[in-house]
C-alpha cells in the first residue's frame, strides 16, 4: 500500500473566497431569520399547535441523520478494514462533525426558549430520549474529534482502529436515538413503531454517503485531483446498495402498517389522500430518492458517467429530505384517532373533522433556517479542507487499487 | 479585605438605588405609594434581601410549582404586590418599567431580569 | 462577644419569647387544625399523594353547540387576554392559539348518533408527555395533576408531539398581560391545570365545572370515595379515551 499523501484544498482563490461569501450569505440571512422568530415568537412561523414540528426540524433531522452516515466511509477504512477507503477517512470524519453541528445548531434555534440551552444541558429526565440525544450528540463530536486527531497525527495511528470502532458503535446508538424520537411516541399511528429505528440507520447511510461523494466530487473537480474508476465504481454502487436498502425498510414499514385494518386510514392518507404529503411521498421520497438513483447507479453505462453518478447523488439528497418531510409532518398531520368507530364532525382545535388533516404551510423564516443551518455545515467543511490536510493528493487508480499494474 | 469589597459594594448599591428611587417622571410611579415604601424592612433584612432575594425565590418556585404552596413570604407575586408603585392617577405602574423598583438595582447592575417575562407585573387581584 | 448571664432583660426577653409562641401557637393552632381537614387557605405544607384529583364527563349531558366551559377557562386561565399578533392571519392565529379545552362532537360512525364532549388534558397516570420531555419540565404532581414547569421548560415541543389528545398549547407570541395567578410567557408549552391556582388556594372546583350549566363536568378527588365524582364515576360506566394506550387517565366520559 502506497503512502497516502494529504493536502489542502488548492481550489483558486477567487472562486474560493466567492464560494465562502455566498454560503456565508446564506448563513447570515438564516442568522436574521432566527433573531426574527425569537424577537417575535413562533407566530411569524406556519408551526402550529397541531404541527408543532415544520421545515427547520426537517433540515435538522436530515443533517443529523447524514452526518452519522457520513462517518461511515471512514469506519469502512477502520473497523471493517477495507484499506481502498482509508484515504477517504479525514474528510468522512470531518463531514460527520461539521453537519451534526450544522443539524443541531437550526434545531437549537428553533426552540422556544434557546437561552435556556443551558438548561437543557444540565437537567435532564432520563426517560426521554432526547435527553440522551443531547449526550450522545455532543459525546458524538468529542470521539470524533478524537478519531481525526489518531488519523491526523502520525504517533497516534496505532489507535485509529479503536477510536474507530468506538465512533462507530457511538453513531449507531446515536442514530438509533434520533429514529426512536419518532418509534418510541405511542400517540401517532406514523411512528410508534419499532423499526423507525432501524430504518433512520439505513437511510443515513444513503444519506450521508451521497453528501460525502457530493463533497468530495466537488472539491476534487475544482482542485483538477485525480479521481479514479475504481474507486469511484465500488463508492457509487455501495450508495445503489444503500438506496436499495432503504427502500426495503419502506416497503416493510407500508406493508406491514397495511396489513393491520387499524392502520388503513393513516396508509391511505400517506400513499392516496394526503395531498401534498402524498405527492411528497411518491415523487420526492420513492421516485427520485430511491427509483431514479438505483436505477443511474446499477446501469452499465450510466452507472460510471460521473455526471450521472452526481445527479444520482443529488436526488438521493433530495428523496432525504422528502422522506423526513413526509415522516415528521405528514405523520403530524395526520389526525390522531382519539374516537374509533366515529367521526369527528365538529372540533374546536383541529382534530380532524371529517378526516381532515391538519395544515401545515412552511414559512419562509422556517426555511431560510434550515438552509442556514446546511450552508454554515458546508462553510465550515470547504474552510477546514483548504486550511487543513483533509483531502487526499490523489484518488487515481495506480493510487488507490492494491491490484493495479504497477 | 472580602468584608471591605462588601462593605463598598453594598455602599455602591445603596447610592444606585436612591438614586434610582430619586427620579420620578410623569406617569409613573409615585415615590412612596408602594406598599414597601411604608415598611421598615422586606420579608428579610434588607442587606440579606439585596444579596439573596433571587435564591429565595428561585428556591420558592420549585416548591410552589412541585409541592403547591402558596403560603409563603417568599412568592414573587408577595414582592409585586408590595413593591408596585400607583401612579398619579392611582393605576399600578408595571413593576418592571425602567425607574421602577426591580429596575433600580437591575439596571444599575446590568444584570437581566427573565421573570416578568410571564409573571404578572400587576397585581391583578387574582 | 460574649453575653453576661445574670442581667434583667434577659430574664424578661425569655419571658416576653414564652408568652409570645405561646399566643401565636393558640392562635395557630386552630388554623392547622382546619388545614388538615379541608384545605381553606393557602396551602402550607407540600401536596401528597392522599389524592389524585380527577374527573368524569357525562357526555350525554353536554349541549350541542356550547361552550361554556371553554370560555370559563379561558377566563380563569387569562387565554382571553391574549389577542392576535399584529399582522397575523386570523386562519394561522386559530391554529396557534392556546387551547386547555375544545369541545368536540362526534358521530357514530354505524348508528349515527351524535356526542359532544369537551376535551382536555387527560391527566395520566403514565404521562407520555411526561416520559419524553427532556428537562423534566413536564412532571406529573403528586396529587394528579400533569403540568409543565415553565422555569425549565425550553420549548421543544416534544411533549406535543407525545401528547395522544393534542391537549398541549405553545405559546407563540409575546405576552402582554397576565394573571397573577395564571403566569404565561412566549415559548413555554403548557395545558389545563385542573385549576391548580384554586387547588393551590383551597378552592374545591374547576371553572369548567362551574360554568357547566348541564352538570355534565365533575371533578374531584379519585380516591376519596365518597366525593361527587367516586360516586358518580362508580354509578355510571365510564371509559378512558384512547383506553389501549393504558395511562390510565384521570378523566373519564360516559356514553362514548
Known sequence: MKKIHYREWGIDSPRYWGLLAVLAAIVAVGGFAVLYMEHEGHWVTGMTNQVVWGMPHVFAIFLIVAASGALNVASIASVFGQTMYKPLARLSGLLAITLLVGGLLVLVLDLGQPSRLIVAMTTYNFKSIFAWNIYLYVGFLGIVVVYLFTMMERKANGFTKGAGVVAFVWRLALTTGTGSIFGFLVARQAYDAAIMAPMFIIMSFAYGLALYLLVLMFTFNTDDRPLGDVLLRRMKNLLGVFVAAVFYFTLVYHLTNLYGTENHEFELFMLRDGGIYTAIFWVGWVLLGMLVPMGILFHPALGMQRGAIILAALFVVLGGLSAIYVIVIGGQAFPLSMFPAHTIIESGNFDGVNGMARSYSPSLPEFLLGLGGFALALLATFIAVRMMQFLPYSLADEVTDPHHAK | ?126 | MSQPTDQPTNKHRREFLAGAAAVTATAIAPGVFLQSVADAAPRASAVTDDVRYGMLIDTTKCADGCNDCVSACDKENGIDLLSKPEGASEELWEMQRPRWIRTVKLKNNLTGRVTSLPMMCQHCEHPPCVDVCPTGASFRRADGIVMVDRHTCIGCRYCMMACPYNARSFIHENIQTTLTAVPRGKGCVESCTFCVQRRDNGGTTTACQDACTQGAIVFGDLKDPDSAVSQAMAKYPNVQIRADLKLNTGVRYTDV
Open chain 2, 1 to 126: 479585605m472580602k468584608r471591605n469589597f462588601g462593605l463598598s459594594l453594598l455602599l455602591v448599591l445603596c447610592l444606585g438605588l436612591l438614586g434610582g428611587l430619586g427620579m420620578v417622571h410623569a406617569g409613573e410611579g409615585v415615590k412612596g405609594s408602594a406598599k414597601a415604601d411604608k415598611l421598615d424592612a422586606c420579608v428579610a433584612p434588607t442587606a440579606f434581601m439585596r444579596r439573596n432575594h433571587f435564591e429565595l425565590i428561585k428556591h420558592q418556585r420549585h416548591i410552589t410549582v412541585h409541592e403547591g404552596i402558596r403560603k409563603t413570604d417568599h412568592s414573587l407575586a408577595g414582592c409585586v404586590d408590595c413593591h408596585v408603585r400607583k401612579d398619579a392617577q392611582g393605576s399600578h405602574v408595571p413593576v418592571n418599567t425602567p425607574g421602577e423598583f426591580c429596575a433600580g438595582c437591575h439596571q444599575f447592575t446590568g444584570t437581566t431580569l427573565d421573570c416578568f417575562t410571564c409573571h404578572a407585573t400587576k397585581p391583578t387581584g387574582n
